[in-house]
């Protein structure tokens, strides 16, 4: 048991990865709450949980406001171009289901196609960006294609990424007890997970 809580045993590793992780989903939520900045505020989460899946040593609080500043720019360009094809999906949505114009109904299947490759960009491109330094559409582009180059492995991550939703819903019955996980740590928590994901990615992509 000793050696289990040493410096180098396991429970000291999760007991620290635990508490770098509530660190992490404050300081998230915090920088979250402009609703401008989440995409700089996703980056810099990715940032951190990449290197801490990968081993390397960051400051936590530091290399979290350091890549959110170094990000900020770019992240939030990236941010609102996402948002403004939301919002037009949206609207296509709502004009092809409730429109009373003939055939408007046949508009859904690209418009759900649309969506699915949106939703496939969301999933890789904040990654991507806290990993690589690329022009912003060179890193929405290579969001897509890596997404589309592993689709399994998209698959997973988009279910993995919906955990704070999964948390609400399976929980639905102790709504604060599931409130208060994703305020913990539920967020950073299935982001560090997804890391695990992307760094198998990314490493191909390595030079």
Same mark, same amino acid.
Request: hydrophobic residues 60%; positive net charge.
């Given at each position: ?48 949980? #990449? ?33 403004? #094809? ?68 998209? #698959? ?5 990424? #919906? ?45």
């Amino acid at each position: 048991m000793e050696g289990f809580f040493s410096i180098d045993g396991k429970g000291f590793y999760f007991l620290s990865t635990m508490s770098e992780l509530v660190t992490l989903n404050l300081l998230w939520l915090l920088c979250c709450i402009p609703i401008v900045t989440i995409g700089a505020s996703t980056a810099a989460l990715y940032t951190i949980t #990449i290197k801490m899946v990968k081993n390397e040593d960051s400051y936590v609080v530091r290399g979290f406001f350091s890549s959110f500043k170094q990000n900020f720019k770019q992240a939030t360009t990236i941010w609102m171009i996402l948002l403004a #094809i939301a919002a037009v999906l949206f609207f296509d949505f709502y004009f092809s289901s409730y429109a009373p114009v003939k055939g408007a109904a046949v508009l859904f299947i690209p418009f759900a196609t649309a969506a699915v490759l949106l939703v496939l960009v969301m999933i890789y491109v904040f990654p991507i960006q806290a990993v690589f330094k690329n022009t912003v559409w060179k890193t929405l582009k290579n969001s897509l294609y890596m997404a589309l180059a592993y689709l399994p492995l998209s #698959i997973l991550a988009f279910v993995i990424a #919906i955990g704070p939703l999964a948390v609400f819903f399976l929980f639905s019955d102790h709504f604060g007890a599931a409130l208060f996980f994703n305020f913990v740590i539920g967020f950073a928590f299935f982001t560090w997970t997804n890391s695990h994901i992307f760094v198998k990615v990314f490493d191909r992509y390595m030079i």
